[in-house]
């Protein structure tokens, strides 16, 4: 079964240094998503990716935040200068098409931890 | 600020109960709508989806959904203590690519 992988799985980074995030969604998914979850809270989205620009981003995807696909199949998010409460486990998604956007194909995560 | 309210519970059943999980959405536009498992320490997982009002059904699970009063629900048949998860009610924002998720509902079943 297609599935959403995520690289790395854990990384840890001193506060004010750069990380970037991979994903490689499903082929043939059109739509790709970042979200974000902090310990004990509710899954936060982040961003919407479609036809190779952003489609939709949340306030919290501020100037600090960038996404990219550099090639046919990664999906990659980037934090300038990573600060304590970006800590989360960050979440890369994919869905098919238009009328389900809301479908949902996650990646295991990465889990980010800012010192 | 257009939200999805659940309760955190926990709710817990016995074994082989129907378990019944609720949820409200603030954003009247909203036209679909969905659950999501989340076991602990691991990505949400897709269960359910609804795009029409009433019920719609899938092996032990059932979904309404109530546009009128903004109202999803999700009722678990035959519970099993494999159910035993956070359960996220998520909403697609009217017009756009943003789905966005309540803080969930943990269940636990008991055996």
């Known amino acids: 079964e297609p599935e959403v992988t995520q690289t790395p799985s854990h990384q840890v980074t001193q506060m004010g240094q750069e990380v970037i995030l991979r994903c490689v969604p499903i082929?043939?998914?059109?739509?790709f998503y970042w979200y974000r979850q902090i310990l004990g809270q509710k899954v936060e989205f982040l961003v919407s990716f479609y036809n190779n620009e952003i489609s939709e981003k949340s306030e919290i995807f501020d100037d600090q935040f960038s996404v990219e696909r550099p090639d046919g199949s990664n999906f990659t998010l980037k934090i300038r200068s990573t600060k304590l409460e970006d800590s989360a486990m960050y979440f890369c998604a994919s869905s098919r098409g238009a009328r389900g956007t809301g479908e949902l194909f996650f990646g295991e995560g990465s889990r980010l931890t800012v010192l | 600020q257009k939200e999805v309210e659940q309760n955190s519970g926990p709710l817990s059943v016995p074994e082989g109960a129907i378990a019944s999980l609720n949820c409200t959405y603030s954003d009247r536009g909203s036209q679909s709508f969905f659950w999501y498992r989340q076991y602990s320490g691991k990505s949400p997982e897709l269960i359910m989806f609804?795009?029409?009002?009433g019920d719609k059904e899938d092996g032990r699970f059932t979904a309404q959904l109530n546009k009128a009063s903004q109202y999803v629900s999700l009722l678990i048949r035959d519970s099993q203590p494999s159910d035993s998860a956070t359960y996220l009610c998520a909403v697609n924002l009217s017009g756009g690519f943003k789905t966005i998720f309540g803080a969930g509902t943990r269940l636990f079943v008991k055996a």
């Open positions: 082929s043939n998914h059109l739509y």
């Open positions: 609804i795009y029409s009002n």
